[in-house]
């Protein structure tokens, strides 16, 4: 599985058969196959390129959550994931978008592989884990190589 960053609000998420265009916009994320004319925006069960996607409504976002490659990855602000954590619990890959300063805390005795910080604040907020984030624009892993313990990743 790969994660990279296109654009400064666009992220590729790429598995062996699947490929998702997530985009960050003012009213939250839009996730579509790569190159179809296909979006979805909001909470419900969607199906994009093979793969289960389920939104779940975070006022004022919505967080998603699916998996590639038997990966499981969740996706959201950072101001809504903090009312999610039941569900963090099952991630292997969080992607925060930090577009806000917070206290997050509660995501490091949440997730237990990956946290991935996108947006404007990724470095500031980052930092606040007391370790050295690695900066990148493409983060690949496989089910079997994902870290014992936390890795964080500030994609740019």
Do not use: W
């Not at 930092?127 to 870290?147: A, R």
């Amino acid at each position: 599985m790969e994660i990279s960053i296109v654009a400064k609000s666009k992220l590729n998420l790429k598995g062996k058969n699947a490929s998702i265009s997530v985009t960050e916009g003012e009213r939250g994320f839009l996730l579509a196959p790569q190159d179809v004319e296909m979006e979805i925006n909001g909470p419900g069960e969607y199906e994009i390129a093979g793969v289960k996607v389920s939104g779940t409504a975070a006022v004022p976002d919505t967080v998603y959550d699916f998996k590639i490659d038997g990966i499981v990855v969740m996706l959201g602000k950072i101001g809504s994931l903090f009312k999610f954590h039941q569900k963090l619990k099952e991630a292997n890959i969080l992607i925060v978008s930090c577009d806000e300063d917070m206290e997050i805390g509660f995501i490091t005795s949440i997730v237990s592989n990956v946290i991935i910080f996108t947006g404007d604040k990724a470095k500031e907020l980052s930092k606040k884990f007391g370790k050295e984030s690695l900066s990148m624009s493409k983060y690949q892993t496989k089910l079997e190589k994902l870290p014992a313990e936390i890795e964080t990743i500030i994609l740019e």
